[in-house]
């Protein structure tokens, strides 16, 4: 569509949201992946504006520099004292060049609006080269906003604040929903005579609509289809309102592309996500950020996803990650934590009680349970004995895993880093790897088992351990229960200390994970 003119977007996040009661100024509160400024830029952005000025005053410097991260684009400009939305507007244009054209004015708190709601209102504006016109909304509840008071033909007269209306006029419920379309010569000069003659002493932007009507300039009001979207936010309750309106039109758009979502109301997925198609999303589930879910991915119940790709076909059970990559097939949980750079080939497996970070998981290999596995590099087909720990860190510096494809390693081991598993090797439970383990070897680094006999009923005199040793040695000797004094004192000190000495021996040969010998 050729553009008439040339398009300047003004808007005012300067105000504090003093009912907010936070030390973060109002326009930087999130809402589903974005602030509310950061929803109102997107909504503006489809015009494709020659300019975008931000007006910031309270918390500049914490708005500017969101600004600069999510508006690049935009121009921040000052205004040092909020002397009112006029004031504002005003301010903001005397950083633009003077010229035709359409200024665009939205208030900085009205998340729900929605592209195609401010491209309707311009091209209107534009359409019928009118001075100025407002977005209107016809609302259930009035309170606190300015009305849009017309003439018996129905055009429109002025925009009235609540605290300066008469009683007639509060009962109006078509109201000004903070988002204005000008003709750029005309607004600059109506602002040049602005009053603040009305009960804050501010200068108001919407007096710009009687003082151009009273000039018999052509001014317009363009309802909004749905209401919702004209919303603002002035305090924490109205902020988890928005919330539950932008979770259901995000939630219901999902479905409607082929996603299921099991219990929407309890599905919250930023407006920055993706989805694909039959993926399944169970209930209590976050998707933050930059996340994509693959075709046919489960995920949930009991997920936070946070700049996480899933892959298709992958699921996701009771687990919280974040800056993971999980692949096609994968699963992952319940109860896996996934950290930055934690990336799973297809079909990896990431089981319970698991934490992965900065570690790339073989296709086929898995992690099956209470493990932490750091720095590491997981070869394909590989499998992590039960409980054991990526030792990655020596105090001061990070060091690396390595594990070949093909490899069994036992439970309970510790790798410390730097250290490397060849491909096809073993290693066996209990080991303590220090030391490379070559392609197909058995790596043992454990002490080897021994038992000192009648230990406890020698040590242990009178304890139920001692009777019930007692009776198993009768049992077996075919006597009568009862004699725990029979036990020889000697023979059990002697085996005590062979038995420590001997701790230091490790298990040589070929006994190893599977070794279960005693004498
Ligand atoms: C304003 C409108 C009201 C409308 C309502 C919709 C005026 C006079 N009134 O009222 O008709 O129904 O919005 O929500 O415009 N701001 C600045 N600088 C200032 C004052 C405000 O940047 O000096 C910003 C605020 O940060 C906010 C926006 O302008 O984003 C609106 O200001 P606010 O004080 O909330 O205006 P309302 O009283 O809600
Ligand atoms: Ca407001």
Known sequence: MPQPHLRTVVVLAAGEGKRMKSTLPKVLHPLLGRTLLGHVLSAAAPLGADRTVVVVGHGADQVRAHLSEVAPDATPVLQAEQLGTGHAVRIALE?????????VVINGDVPLLRPETVGALVTAHEEAAAAATVLA???????????????????????VEERDADTTQRAIREINAGIYAFDAVRLREALGKLSTDNDQGEEYLTDVFGLL?????????????????????NDRVELATLRRLLRDRINEAWMRTGVSLLDPVTTWIDVTVA?????????????????????GALIGPDV??????????ASVIRSHAVGAEVGAGATVGPYAYLRPAAQLAEKAKVGTFV?????QIGAGAKVPHLTYVGDATIGEQTNIGAASVFVNYDGVNKHRTVIGSHARTGADNMFVAPVEVGDGAYTAAGSVIVDDVPAGAMGVARARQRNIEGWVVMRRAGTAAAEAAQRARDAKDGQPAGDAKGASGTTGAASHSEAIHGATETVGGASGAGDTATE
């Open 137 to 159: 909304a016809e609302v259930p509840d009035p309170t606190g906003l300015g009305r849009i008071v017309r003439d018996a033909d129905g055009r429109l007269e002025q925009i």
């Open 304 to 313: 936070t996803l946070i700049d996480t790709i899933v892959g298709p076909a």
């Open 355 to 359: 934490e992965v970070k900065n570690s």
């Open 95 to 103: 950083a633009v060049p003077d010229g035709a054209g359409t200024v």
């Open 213 to 233: 009507r009273s000039a018999g300039e052509p001014v317009a009001v363009h309802v909004a289809v749905d209401h919702v979207e004209t919303l603002g936010c």
């Open 275 to 295: 989805l694909d198609r039959d993926a399944v999303v169970d209930q209590n589930t976050q998707l933050r950020g930059a996340t994509v879910v693959g075709a």
